[in-house]
Each structure stands twice: as C-alpha cells, then as structure tokens.
C-alpha cells in the first residue's frame, strides 16, 4: 500500500470522521482528505455486536405495468413456510454488545470524533486495513487512546486475543534515549513536565525532526526493565540543523548534562560544550532542575 510505504512510523495529522467500536475508527487524512479505516494497535476493543435488520417481503398478484415499469406477466411466486420461517430467523438474528462495548466507543467518541488526531502507521491487516497508534489533544497534552481505554474504561479481563495476522506484524517501536542527558523519570520532580514537554514538541506539533544515532547501548532495556534489545541513543535536530530537542531541554531545565568522558573526539567536545552552555543558561535563569 503506497500509504502505508511512504508514512509507516511517521505521525499523520487527521480528522476522525466514525467510530465503528472503541478501537477502529475512520479517518480523513490531511492534507488530501484520503478516507481511511485505522486499527488501534495493541489493543481489540469489545465488539458492539450486530443489529437486527428487518427485511421485508413484498407478496403480490399484481400483473399491470404500473410496478416500477415494465413488469413481469407472471405474478411473483408466493414463499413457502420454510422460506417465510428462514426469513423471519434472519431479521430477528441481532448480537448482542459485549460487555463495555458500549462504552469503549463512547469514550472514542467523546474524546475524538470530529477532532484533529495524530496517527501514527505500523502495517496492515490481511484485509488491506491500516494499523497504527492514534493520538488525541487534551488540554495542553497529546494522549495515546490505546492507554486511555485500558487505563480508564477497559478492564483487563475484557480484552480479546489480537487476530494472529495482526500480531504477525513486525514493531516499528525502537527503545531509545536521549544523547548526553538524565532526563527525570515520571516519579522524579519535573519528570512529568519533561514527559510533557516531549509529547508537545513531536507528537503535538507539526515539525519534522532528523534523529542521529550518538551511540548503540545494548544494556539499557534488560537493566531498567524498559525494553529488551538494543537501545539507541539520538539527537533529534529540527528543521534546522543547529538546533536540537536535547539543547531544548537543557535550556528549559527539564533534563541534565551527564558527566563526560575524559576522552572525547573533537567533533563530540564541541557538541557537549554547546551543551553545557544551554545548562548554564537555564541555571542562570533558575529554570526547572
């Protein structure tokens, strides 16, 4: 899928146009209004079941032209018990919701439909269907609607099993860390303004940022139970090249400097050095840490 080639991993801004249940949703891409089906990843909200539609059977001897035109000579033939017992099972056939059901499309509803959403692509079903993780503003933060239904509507015993083609998709997810920072973890003082701060600039904006790979650290998910594999460590530059979300944060106070090394190559001292001036303005400035 062309789409999905050209934006898998990137953050696509949206207008949620349905909700069908909690976790699939339709979607107006921007800027084009491309009409989309999104999966929620991670996550099969509980089924809304399925509504009885009543048929109805028309049963007549009229043989005049006056039925929609040009009709048939012969009267319709009249339907046995049979057909007419197998039609009436079929109108009444209804499934009813699972339980929260109901609710889990409320709360997409309430929080996302017909609002500006974020949405990010990871692959696609066997059916063509995209996947991917949805974003909605709240006030002055970006929430991921995966962890806001199972934090605040869906309980655990509730969740499905995730279709076996949709677990066979590969993650795009990457575990990595900011280069040459400490930044506060969520219980720690200002780590959730950090966090905070974080969402607004990637997910909350409409910038585009160029990740460069510092270094490969292949100890930092199994030592802090983050994640497993190979944890990259990046400076994410803006738009432009002089600029960075790490000095960003050093300036605003919301991360530290690590110690350095007493080895260093020219090109990383003169990165540091800028770094530790942007720490020394937010000291100056009492910002923050």
């Known amino acids: ?61 009229l043989t005049s032209d006056d039925q929609n035109g040009d009709a048939s000579a012969e009267p319709w033939a009249q339907l046995t018990s049979a057909q007419k017992l197998s039609a009436s099972a079929a ?8 339980p929260f059901g109901p609710e889990a499309k409320h709360f997409t509803e309430f929080h996302c439909l017909n609002r500006d959403v ?19 503003p709240e006030g002055e933060t ?10 605040n509507l869906v309980p655990y015993s509730q969740l499905r099993p995730i279709d076996a083609s949709l677990s066979a998709t590969p993650g795009l997810a990457q575990l990595y860390s900011l280069a040459f920072l400490k930044v506060p973890s969520l219980n720690d003082e200002f780590g959730t ?40 460590v990046l400076t994410f530059f803006t738009e432009d090249p002089e600029d960075s979300i790490n000095e960003a944060m050093l300036k605003d106070g919301l991360a530290r400097l690590e110690k350095r090394m007493k080895w260093e190559s020219n090109e990383r001292k003169l990165m540091l050095n800028n770094l530790e001036e942007c720490q020394e303005e937010a000291k100056t400035g009492w910002r923050g840490m």
């Open 142 to 151: 970006v929430k991921d609607l995966t962890l806001e239904l199972v934090e």
């Open 91 to 98: 109108a009444a056939a209804e499934v009813s919701p699972d």
């Open 193 to 232: 303004e950090a966090a905070q701060y974080w969402s607004e600039q990637t997910l909350g904006s409409s910038l585009q940022f160029k990740a460069v790979i510092e270094e490969r650290d292949t100890s930092e998910g199994k030592i802090k139970g983050q994640g497993t594999g190979t944890c990259l």
């Open 1 to 61: 899928m062309g789409l999905l080639a050209t934006n898998k991993g990137k953050p696509m801004e949206g207008i949620m146009e349905q909700v069908r249940d909690g976790s699939t949703i339709r979607v107006y891409l921007l800027p084009d209004f491309q009409f989309v089906q999104v999966f929620v990843v991670g996550i099969q909200s509980p089924s809304m079941g399925r509504r009885a539609v009543a048929e109805t059977v028309v049963e007549t001897d």
């Open 118 to 136: 974020y949405v990010v692509l990871e692959g696609v079903d066997k059916f063509s269907n995209l996947i991917g993780s949805v974003y909605y």
